[in-house]
């Protein structure tokens, strides 16, 4: 592989960065600023910033979501390649049973989250 | 500047993944940690599975790695319930500390 | 055999559907996923509070309809792979989802009253064993190492959760754990193993991984890819010792069997273990047949390796077995020894393709330690309330004449475990030894001799622990009152085990039979197998495996 093959990536690069470079100046120059204490910590989603990292407890209701999360993305690594597939397994006649495989596969998924709902899996209180 | 990475680098680098995720396992003694190493070799793993099959020009490795993908999220689902669990009852994930069971 | 060569030719044999006859290949998982499924919407509508039990026996009945399908089944088996070469729709294979099917059924049928004195009366469960044998039934039946490996943890995963299971006690909770990091574990290394055969032979189907390692070894000698086989190979052996607890890899058996919810360890000790020595059988046999590989006899093969577990297993497994004073974990120890006594039949039946038939003995042996083990643990289940469950041999103290029935199945499954006649325990150790003193007389090898020699002793050694579950049983007085589970369930089902041990013991001839049939209905096999299977079922139907034809792969 040549370097050349690389200057797509080398350019977005540059755009990306510079992108970022001229936002950042033009806003230290024309912004308002109207500084507070609150605004000059770390962002850090609202937690506070500075402390004991072991001490900081999280609710298990996260644990629920993410773990929800994590079993339900993970149908598009299946549905996706069939997505692609769809046409030509339609295209020799087959649409309709390549259709119904996935189609069982979903409804199985769908009867998972059903039973997670019923449950209580996706109530936060 | 005609250098490329072949499949032996894509091998020993997933071999080198899958080592320290091993040593990991084997020396960690904290759950969560022992948990990511597995994931860390499942992903290894993976790894290997994609070099071979883009090697091959054979489109078998790529489905094997998403099924390990799926099996990988359910152990995860599984290990944190089952860590959880653990905690409840220790206040601790210590696997060290896990020995009410041998007498 | 022919769609199996087009999907690897031609991909978009993949995206047309399987001919009708195939589909009969799902049946038997296809009615315990459809039970489950149903299972999952009456649960939604259960109304809080009032007994689960009827869920039980709906997947008891479920299961059962799916044991049941397959002596329907049975002789419309097809001696090709199906589904593209990813499952095999064999007697082998119907044999054992059978198997599967009865174990979980008669585990269910211990749990409720185990469950409900847990403060644990919840469907899932139920519905976990039911998935755990839909993961069984796909995995004695993968053609594919990918189908094997999803199977494997379809089987595996709810498991580990079952292990668990007992909210409120930590002694659950860290089997679960133990059990979870060192499945996992295994799991990964096996699939590292897998990982490295798709990379030497380029393929995932089992027949075709064992084409290619042929001409691998034929095309150049020793080479590297030919090494990258061979350590895929212990990979995945490691993989499958793990989940039939043979010695270095059986650790987690003693503290997860005690642990876990007694109901759940039968299951455990019984199908997990089956199944798993059924994929083992049927991927070392298809996959790894290769000479060099298999290793004849102390050329370092798999059988060489396979042959030293053995060893070690029936050894630790019975010692450690003596010094226990807890039950459930003197079983657990006695699992590892089973394990090694099946390893014997194992290592002799397949140390050369000419000794293949011999492998319905093990068939036989998993069923009748099946059986054995599930009335063992399902007396342990009727004594199981929460909070004064026997755990030693002390708590068992005159439980014998007390519950004369409870008594006289522990007694029939202990004789039966230390193979003393007429249980079937007896028979199928009788089988195992004698197969592998034939091959021993045909081969020479006196190392076959030795392994019965060490087994015959070491089951000796096994007697003693054994009946002093009796002794103390009928001979020693109580120390503490008892109040067993009182319900049906388990009294059923250890019932039923012990009549089926004692019918085994004594009435051999069919289930015997049935070991041959699924023995001899073993599809995949490589030609050196094949012709042996030929021998023995001179009836070659008209749909017969055609000649294989060797992939001419690239190699490394």
Redesign the interface.
């Known amino acids: 592989m040549e370097i050349a093959d690389y200057l797509p990536l080398i350019l977005l690069s540059v755009m990306a960065f510079s992108t970022v470079a001229v936002i950042i100046v033009l806003a230290t120059f024309f912004g308002p600023k109207n500084p507070t204490k609150e605004k000059l910590i770390p962002y850090e989603s609202g937690s506070d910033p500075v402390g004991e990292v072991r001490g900081v407890r999280f609710s298990v209701k996260f644990y629920m979501v993410a773990i929800s999360f994590i079993l339900f993305d993970l149908e598009t690594i299946f549905v996706i390649p069939w997505a692609m597939s769809w046409r030509q397994s339609a295209s020799l006649g087959f649409g309709f049973y390549s259709f119904a495989v996935m189609a069982i596969f979903l409804a199985i998924l769908t009867i998972g989250l059903v039973y997670e709902w019923s449950q209580g899996g996706l109530e936060w209180d | 500047m005609s250098w490329e990475p072949t499949l032996i680098h894509y091998l020993l680098l997933s071999a080198a993944i899958f080592s320290i995720g091993l040593v990991g396992v084997l020396v960690r003694r904290n759950a969560i940690i022992l948990f990511m190493s597995i994931e860390l070799m499942l992903n290894s793993v993976n790894l290997t599975f994609i070099a071979f099959s883009k090697y091959r020009f054979d489109m078998d490795g790529h489905i094997f790695a998403f099924f390990v993908m799926a099996v990988a999220a359910a152990e995860a689902a599984v290990a944190l319930a089952i860590v959880l669990h653990v905690f409840r009852h220790k206040r601790s994930v210590n696997v060290d500390e896990a020995q009410q069971l041998r007498y | 055999m022919l769609n199996m060569q087009l999907s690897q030719m031609n ?2 044999a ?4 399987p001919s009708a006859i195939e589909l009969n290949a799902l049946i038997p998982g296809a009615i315990v996923t459809l039970v489950a ?1 149903l299972f ?2 009456i ?2 509508f259960h109304r809080k509070g009032t007994p689960r039990d009827y869920l039980a026996y709906f997947s008891v009945v479920g299961l059962g309809v799916a044991a049941a399908s397959t002596y329907f089944l049975w002789d419309d088996v097809l001696a090709r792979p199906v589904f593209f070469g990813m499952l095999y729709f064999d007697r082998f294979a119907l044999f054992f989802a059978a198997l599967a099917s009865v174990a979980g059924g008669l585990a269910i049928l211990c749990s409720p009253a185990f469950l409900r004195s847990h403060r644990m009366d919840r469907g899932e469960y139920y519905l976990l064993v039911l998935l755990s044998v839909v993961g069984m039934i796909f995995m004695v039946a993968a053609a594919d ?2 189908t094997l ?2 199977a494997f ?1 379809v089987m595996s ?1 709810p498991i ?2 079952l292990a ?1 299971f007992l ?1 409120d006690d ?2 659950s ?6 059990y ?2 060192l499945g ?2 295994s799991a ?2 096996m ?2 193993g ?3 055969i ?2 030497a032979t ?3 189907n089992l027949e075709f991984i064992g084409h290619n390692l042929a001409y691998l070894q034929v095309a150049e000698g020793v080479h590297a890819g030919y090494w990258m086989a061979l350590v895929g190979v212990v990979l995945i052996l490691s993989g499958f010792a793990f989940k039939i607890a043979a010695v270095p890899f059986h650790i987690w058996a ?2 997860v069997y ?2 876990s919810p007694t109901p759940i360890v039968g299951f455990m000790a019984s199908a997990v273990k089956a199944i798993a020595f059924a994929a083992m059988l049927r991927v070392m046999v298809v996959a790894f047949s290769f000479e060099s590989l298999r290793g004849g006899f102390f050329g370092y093969g798999w059988i060489d390796v396979l042959f030293v577990l053995a060893g070690a297993s029936m050894v630790l497994g019975n010692l450690v077995a003596i010094t226990q004073n ?1 039950v459930k974990r003197m079983l657990a120890y006695s699992s590892v020894a089973h394990a090694g006594y099946i390893l014997v039949g194992f290592v002799a039946a397949n140390s050369h393709p000419s000794f293949f038939l011999h492998n319905d003995a093990i068939l036989f042996y998993l069923v009748a330690y099946t059986f054995g083990v599930i009335g063992a643990f399902g007396v342990l289940a009727y004594f199981g309330r929460r909070g004064e469950a026997v755990e030693t041999y002390e708590d068992l103290g005159n439980l014998g004449f007390k519950y004369p029935v409870m008594g006289l199945v522990m007694g029939i499954c202990m004789f039966s475990a230390a193979g003393i006649p007429p249980t079937a325990g007896f028979l199928a150790k009788l089988y195992i030894f004698s197969s592998a003193v034939d091959a021993s007389i045909q081969t020479g090898e006196f190392a076959f001799i030795g392994l019965v020699i060490l087994g015959v002793l070491t089951s000796v050694a096994g007697v003693y622990y054994y009946l002093k579950v009796l002794v103390y049983m009928y001979m020693k007085p109580a120390l503490r009152e008892f109040r067993p589970l009182d319900h049906i369930g388990p009294k059923v089902a250890v019932v039923a085990c012990a009549v089926l041990t004692l019918y085994l013991g004594i009435f051999p001839g069919r289930a015997l039979e049935l070991s041959r049939e699924a023995i001899v209905d073993f599809v995949g096999a490589p030609a050196a197998v094949q012709s042996v299977i030929d021998q023995a079922n001179p009836i070659v139907p008209d749909f017969a495996v055609e000649p294989a034809v060797v992939a001419a792969e ?1 190699v490394l």
């Open positions: 991909n978009l993949m995206l047309t559907p499924i999952i919407l649960d939604v190492l990918l490996f999803v943890e995963i580990y959760v668990g909210r930590g002694r909770a860290e089997a679960a754990m133990k979870f990091v996992a574990f990964t290394i699939l590292y897998i990982a490295l798709y990379g380029g393929t995932t003693p503290d005690t642990g807890n690239p």
